[in-house]
Each structure stands twice: as structure tokens, then as C-alpha cells.
């Protein structure tokens, strides 16, 4: 697997997935996940690093007329929908964001790959890799969702380890296994 920029972008969420919303797990194992995902992390930017030396170039992706549509879209409903949850019902605050960020993956697997991008570096596997990604958030932004709305306010924490959390970890793993995976060969 070749490591890019967007490996990086992603990393960097999944860290942020896993810290913001292990409340769930108290204390300690809030700390264990927290290095854990930094440790993680941590694989992904030396693959990163091997590949960026490997290749001569920093491996960023072409920022596409679609590309930019799409994450000018994903903004858009990102703060619309956080300021619409804040006010009606912030139990679904996560659960929102990551069905859109979902939802961006799967723009991305149809409309950006063309000739271009992340996934065309990897082909049609880059494109899987998305539909992947993409599908299994939304489905758990949908499973936090309906914590969130069969719970009420105070399921927010359950809603968020569902939607957040668990997204979190997956998207680490997805990226710190191909990363040991490159740096031990």
C-alpha cells in the first residue's frame, strides 16, 4: 500500500474519533485508548514517511473540480447539521457527523476517483477502500442515530461511543495494520 496525504487526513480524524468520544470506557481506559490511537497514529505517519521517501514526492492528491464539490458540500451539511443537533437534539451531534463524512466517502468512491485522486492511485481498489469506509460509518452513524433518538438526551454518551468511537477505531485499524504491514517489509 502506498501512503499519501490523505492516509494522514484520515489518521488524524481517527485519532480524533477515538478521544473525543471513549467517555464510555472511564478513566483509564480512556487514557489506553488515547495512546492506543496515538500509537497508531503513529504507524501511519512512519509508513507515510517511507513512502514519501520511496516515491521523492509528499503524494498529494489532485484537488478536482469533484473533489471540491464534495468537501465543499460535506462542510455545508457538517455545520448546518451540528448547529440544527446543538439546538434540537445534541445526542445526534456525532452520529451526524459521521453519516456525513460517511456520505463524502462514498461521493468520493463514485464521482472522484476518475483518472485522479486517492483511490486512483490504488484503482479500483482506492475506489473500494472508499464504498468501504463509507458504508460501514453510515451505518454506524445511523446505529448512534437511533440510540440517540430512542434514548433521548441522555443516551448522547452511548450514541457517541456507537457513532464516534467504534468509527474511530476502525478507521485506525484500517490504516495502522497496512502500515506495519509496509513498514515491516
Same mark, same amino acid.
Given at each position: 500500500?502506498?501512503? &499519501?496525504?490523505?492516509?494522514l /487526513?484520515g489518521?488524524?480524524?481517527g /485519532?480524533?474519533?477515538? /478521544?473525543?468520544?471513549?467517555?464510555? !470506557?472511564?478513566?483509564?481506559?480512556? %487514557?489506553v485508548a ?6 497508531? $497514529? =503513529?504507524l %501511519?505517519?512512519?509508513?507515510y514517511?517511507?513512502?514519501? =521517501? =520511496?516515491? &521523492?514526492?509528499a503524494?498529494?492528491?489532485e484537488?478536482?473540480r ?8 460535506e462542510v455545508?451539511? #457538517?455545520v /448546518?447539521?451540528?448547529?440544527?443537533c446543538?439546538? !434540537? *437534539? @445534541?445526542q #445526534?451531534?456525532?452520529s451526524?457527523i459521521v453519516?456525513?463524512?460517511? #456520505?463524502?466517502?462514498l461521493?468520493?468512491?463514485?464521482w ?5 485522486? *486517492? ?9 473500494? $477502500? ?8 453510515? %451505518? !454506524?452513524a445511523?446505529a448512534?442515530?437511533?440510540?440517540g433518538? #430512542?434514548?433521548?438526551? @441522555?443516551?448522547?454518551?452511548v $450514541?457517541?461511543f456507537v457513532?464516534?468511537?467504534?468509527? &474511530?477505531? !476502525? ?5 495502522? %495494520?497496512?502500515?506495519?504491514r509496509?513498514?515491516a517489509?
Amino acid at each position: 500500500m502506498d501512503f &499519501g496525504v490523505e492516509h494522514l /487526513v484520515g489518521t488524524f480524524f481517527g /485519532v480524533l474519533f477515538v /478521544v473525543l468520544n471513549a467517555g464510555l !470506557l472511564g478513566t483509564v481506559g480512556h %487514557v489506553v485508548a488515547a495512546v492506543l490511537a496515538v500509537a497508531a $497514529a =503513529a504507524l %501511519v505517519v512512519a509508513a507515510y514517511l517511507r513512502s514519501r =521517501a =520511496a516515491r &521523492g514526492s509528499a503524494g498529494m492528491f489532485e484537488m478536482t473540480r469533484a473533489y471540491r464539490v464534495i468537501v465543499t458540500v460535506e462542510v455545508v451539511a #457538517l455545520v /448546518v447539521g451540528i448547529v440544527l443537533c446543538g439546538r !434540537l *437534539a @445534541p445526542q #445526534l451531534t456525532v452520529s451526524w457527523i459521521v453519516l456525513v463524512v460517511g #456520505l463524502h466517502f462514498l461521493a468520493f468512491a463514485r464521482w472522484w476517483p476518475e483518472g485522479t485522486g *486517492a483511490a486512483a492511485r490504488g484503482g479500483r481498489d482506492g475506489a473500494r $477502500a472508499f464504498v468501504v469506509i463509507g458504508g460501514v460509518m453510515t %451505518v !454506524l452513524a445511523v446505529a448512534g442515530g437511533v440510540v440517540g433518538i #430512542l434514548g433521548g438526551p @441522555p443516551s448522547q454518551p452511548v $450514541a457517541a461511543f456507537v457513532s464516534g468511537f467504534v468509527t &474511530g477505531v !476502525l478507521m485506525l485499524a484500517g490504516l495502522a %495494520v497496512p502500515a506495519a504491514r509496509r513498514l515491516a517489509a
